[in-house]
């Protein structure tokens, strides 16, 4: 009972206290001078009476107080007359006044200047940094990657415009971006489609600009309303010097956004990008990692070198010229990239050599020519392909680009089965996959592809390949309807990768049923989920925010590479393979490296790695070896297989 009076006590006298802050500040004023006075009166009455030389009389002790309570509150205290007091009382209280309004100016001036800079109102002076306009979950990879990018440098910064909160942004990067090393992270609040508040990240001044695509049905809108933006805040010129890498979802806004970007700019269809990837990777199981550790600034990545002493020699004298860095095409002085050019080609005074290294300063020239062992290497006939039958299990808008690309790499008789939600198979699907098949023969068929009876059905094990895609909602409007000026992204949902985590449960115990190995690549939009994955160590997922995160800032930071990438993920130039290693070298016979780069010269090839079979599952790199040292001894064997740059 005591505690309840005492608790209802304090919440009485905090009401009285609420409401008298409520009656307006002439009150407040009022109630703390009375206040004030009700405890230096007192106080300074008893300082004077306990005071051993205090005035003798009543009306000196009261002198005293006087003078005391004066000095207290900075109102003089002056004894005289009473009009000599009132004056001097006057001016006290005047003085008061002004510098009380003095002080409160100035305190709120800094306030407000404490809550401009907290809100990322002011502007970024820098130099040569690099600016992320926009925000999204991409923003994290793509900070981490520019961090590793940075490392060896001294001075580096990112800025980061955005319409969110500024310390929220530094929280959220803060929690996902443990170690920024030397790089100085600067987050500013501003809507970037607005030229004004873009000027706030000086993008004039800066070395590349990077447009992240946010999420939701207008991200590309965005991301093209951006690029204008930025050519208003620059006029004439459009980033000034900078880097400008953008990214759009939907690959009908991809035109779009180059046209907004200028001639200039690198957009880059994360629509496109992912099929060509998921098809490459269904046809060469382990190729998602290759290109994991190429596009990783912690792993191996590609370098222009120059190199004058092999200036009039041929490209295949080049390949056996580097001990520990990987030849794999020229960078000319136009700007242009020639990948896995002709052995013959003679190299240019202005030509650099595009190299595959650990870093930009481990690129050394050593000739390794004497550690090929000829008697070690296999002369093998080209393989013939076969027909085969896939399946593909669930739809989404990156499904008819997956079928198109699947019909340019396989061999005439193929068949694909694909599995998807009625809306799907029976609507949108077939009319977008009719056009222009020459090889591939397409069946849908209805079904969940998260029900286990669907799948018990489909006998999985059969199949030679599947892919496995985000499944979302089907869309509300029929595919034939006109297009807007700007069409809409639908992104995948959250669930879509909930979905799909399903799918793979079923599917490896399917596997672990038949005793098979599944050659399963799987679609998913958000790193995390890959982490939730119910797949064996090494298997291949395509993360398509990811994927585009890494793309941009190789981009950013390697202009040319914009080249290098647009002829890798097509079907018409030269691509990286996983070929077996015995076609090279003598299986089961311990070899340099160098002795299969000079096999792979012969086929007019660029030997750039190797995978083990029998290390496949083991973590971390999962037998995956890119550039190794070509003095290294290898013992392959036929079931390994050999990375190769070659033509399609």
């Given at each position: 009972?005591?505690?309840?009076?005492?608790?209802?006590?304090?919440?009485?006298?905090?009401?009285?206290?609420?409401?008298?802050?409520?009656?307006?500040?002439?009150?407040?004023?009022?109630?703390?001078?009375l206040a004030c006075l009700a405890v230096v009166v007192p106080a300074s009455a008893v300082l004077v009476w306990s005071d051993r030389a205090a005035p003798a009389t009543l009306s000196g002790r009261l002198t005293a107080v006087w003078v005391s309570v004066g000095q207290t509150l900075k109102i003089g205290g002056a004894v005289g007359s009473p009009l000599y007091v009132l004056a001097s009382v006057s001016l006290a209280l005047v003085a008061l006044l002004f510098v009380s309004t003095l002080v409160s100016l100035i305190t709120t001036g800094i306030n407000r200047r404490i809550m401009s800079l907290r809100l990322g109102h002011s502007t970024v002076?820098?130099?040569?940094?690099?600016?992320?306009?926009?925000?999204?979950?991409?923003?994290?990879?793509?900070?981490?990657?520019?961090?590793?990018?940075?490392?060896?440098?001294?001075?580096?910064?990112?800025?980061?415009?955005?319409?969110?909160?500024?310390?929220?942004?530094?929280?959220e990067i803060s929690t996902r971006v443990r170690d920024s090393g030397r790089t100085r992270i600067i987050c500013r609040n501003g809507s970037t489609t607005d030229p004004t508040e873009l000027c706030r990240v000086s993008p004039r001044t800066a070395k590349a600009l990077l447009v992240l695509?946010?999420?939701?049905?207008?991200?590309?809108?965005?991301?093209?309303?951006?690029?204008?933006?930025?050519?208003?805040?620059?006029?004439?010129?459009?980033?000034?010097?900078?880097?400008?890498?953008?990214?759009?979802?939907?690959?009908?806004?991809?035109?779009?956004?180059?046209?907004?970007?200028?001639?200039?700019?690198?957009?880059?269809?994360?629509?496109?990008?992912?099929?060509?990837?998921?098809?490459?990777?269904?046809?060469?199981?382990?190729?998602?990692?290759?290109?994991?550790?190429?596009?990783?600034?912690?792993?191996?990545?590609?370098y222009p070198v120059t190199a004058e002493d092999l200036v009039g020699r041929t490209f295949g004298e080049a390949l056996l010229s580097f001990a520990t860095s990987s030849a794999v095409g020229l960078l000319h002085a136009d700007g242009s990239v020639t990948l896995n050019p002709d052995p013959g080609a003679v190299i240019g005074p202005a030509d650099r050599i595009v190299v595959i290294s650990r870093d930009d300063d481990t690129a050394v020239r050593a000739d390794v020519a004497s550690h090929v062992e000829e008697a070690a290497i296999v002369t093998a006939g080209p393989r013939t392909s076969?027909?085969?039958?896939?399946?593909?299990?669930?739809?989404?808008?990156?499904?008819?680009?997956?079928?198109?690309?699947?019909?340019?790499?396989?061999?005439?008789?193929?068949?694909?089965?694909?599995?998807?939600?009625?809306?799907?198979?029976?609507?949108?699907?077939?009319?977008?996959?009719?056009?222009?098949?020459?090889?591939?023969?397409?069946?849908?068929?209805?079904?969940?592809?998260?029900?286990?009876?669907?799948?018990?059905?489909?006998?999985?094990?059969?199949?030679?390949?599947?892919?496995?895609?985000?499944?979302?909602?089907?869309?509300?409007?029929?595919?034939?309807?006109?297009?807007?000026?700007?069409?809409?992204?639908?992104?995948?949902?959250?669930?879509a990768d909930d979905r799909t985590l399903v799918t793979l449960l079923h599917l490896r115990a399917i596997g672990d049923a038949a005793q098979r190995e599944l050659a399963l690549t799987t679609e998913m939009s958000e790193d995390g989920n890959r982490l939730l994955a119910p797949a064996r160590g090494g298997a291949d997922f395509?993360?398509?925010?990811?994927?585009?995160?890494?793309?941009?800032?190789?981009?950013?930071?390697?202009?040319?590479?914009?080249?290098?990438?647009?002829?890798?993920?097509?079907?018409?130039?030269?691509?990286?393979?996983?070929?077996?290693?015995?076609?090279?070298?003598?299986a089961g016979q311990e070899v340099s490296f160098a002795t299969a780069v000079e096999s792979a010269r012969r086929r007019r090839e660029c030997a750039v790695g190797y995978r083990l079979r029998a290390r496949s599952a083991t973590g971390p790199d999962y037998g995956v070896r890119i550039n190794p040292d070509k003095r290294q001894r290898v013992r392959f064997r036929e079931e390994d297989w050999l990375i190769v740059l070659a033509e399609s």
């Open positions: 009972m005591a505690q309840q009076h005492t608790t209802s006590l304090r919440l009485r006298l905090r009401y009285r206290f609420d409401h008298l802050v409520s009656g307006g500040t002439t009150a407040l004023i009022g109630w703390l001078a002076l820098e130099t040569g940094h690099t600016v992320v306009l926009g925000w999204s979950d991409q923003v994290f990879p793509v900070i981490g990657e520019l961090v590793a990018a940075n490392a060896n440098q001294r001075r580096s910064a990112i800025a980061v415009l955005a319409p969110q909160d500024k310390v929220w942004m530094e929280d695509p946010p999420t939701g049905d207008t991200g590309d809108a965005q991301v093209v309303k951006t690029l204008l933006a930025l050519d208003a805040a620059v006029p004439g010129s459009g980033a000034g010097d900078a880097v400008v890498v953008a990214a759009v979802r939907d690959s009908r806004n991809h035109m779009t956004a180059k046209l907004a970007a200028g001639p200039a700019g690198h957009v880059l269809c994360v629509d496109d990008i992912v099929a060509r990837l998921l098809v490459q990777t269904a046809r060469q199981p382990g190729l998602s990692l290759v290109y994991s550790e190429l596009l990783d600034f912690e792993g191996d990545e590609f076969q027909a085969e039958r896939l399946l593909l299990l669930g739809w989404n808008r990156r499904a008819p680009l997956v079928i198109e690309q699947l019909d340019q790499y396989v061999s005439p008789g193929t068949t694909l089965d694909v599995v998807a939600l009625g809306e799907y198979a029976g609507g949108y699907g077939p009319q977008a996959v009719a056009a222009a098949r020459s090889r591939l023969e397409v069946t849908f068929h209805h079904g969940d592809i998260t029900a286990p009876l669907i799948l018990a059905k489909l006998d999985v094990p059969s199949y030679d390949g599947v892919i496995v895609i985000g499944e979302t909602e089907p869309a509300a409007a029929a595919s034939d309807a006109p297009l807007p000026l700007l069409a809409p992204v639908t992104d995948p949902e959250a669930r395509i993360v398509s925010g990811r994927l585009i995160s890494l793309l941009m800032t190789q981009i950013s930071e390697s202009p040319y590479l914009a080249e290098v990438f647009e002829e890798l993920f097509t079907a018409q130039g030269h691509e990286f393979h996983l070929k077996p290693a015995g076609d090279y070298v003598r």
